[in-house]
C-alpha cells in the first residue's frame, strides 16, 4: 500500500498561483504511475496531470500550459505548480498512485484531497 499526503492548497485570487506537493510512502517501489486529479462540487472526478506508467507526462486540455507537474524522487514527492489561475479550477485536489500487484490486479491509492480555490 501507498500512503499519500497533499499540501498546498488554499484561497487564491483570479490569475494567481499555487504549488501542491504530495508526499509517498510505503510500497513506492510499486508505482507505476502518479499524478493529481480533482472534483468540483456535482462533477465527477477528472485526471489533470499525471506521469504515467509508459513515461510521458499527461495533461487535461484545461490546464495545459498553466500547469506544470513536477517530482522530486530523492524525497517521493510529486509536485503541482499550478499558474494563472481561474474560477473553474476551484476543487478538491488529490494525489492518485497507480500499482500493479502481481497478479497484474489495479490498485489506486489516494490522498485526503486539497482545498483550492480560486475566487476574488
Known amino acids: 500500500q501507498v500512503q499519500l499526503v497533499e499540501s498546498g492548497g488554499g484561497l487564491v485570487q483570479p490569475g494567481g498561483s499555487l504549488r501542491l506537493s504530495c508526499a509517498a510512502s510505503g510500497s513506492i517501489f510499486s508505482i507505476s504511475a502518479m499524478g493529481w486529479y480533482r472534483q468540483a462540487p456535482g462533477k465527477q472526478r477528472e485526471l489533470v496531470a499525471a506521469?504515467?506508467?509508459?513515461?510521458?507526462?499527461d495533461y487535461a486540455d484545461s490546464v495545459t500550459g498553466r500547469f506544470t507537474i513536477s517530482r522530486d524522487n530523492a524525497k517521493n514527492t510529486v509536485y503541482l505548480q499550478m499558474a494563472s489561475l481561474k474560477p473553474g479550477d476551484t476543487a478538491v485536489y488529490y494525489c492518485n498512485a497507480t500499482r500493479y500487484n502481481y497478479y497484474n490486479i489495479r490498485f489506486d491509492d489516494w490522498g485526503q484531497g486539497t482545498q483550492v480555490t480560486v475566487s476574488s
Open positions: 506521469f504515467t506508467s509508459g513515461g510521458r507526462t
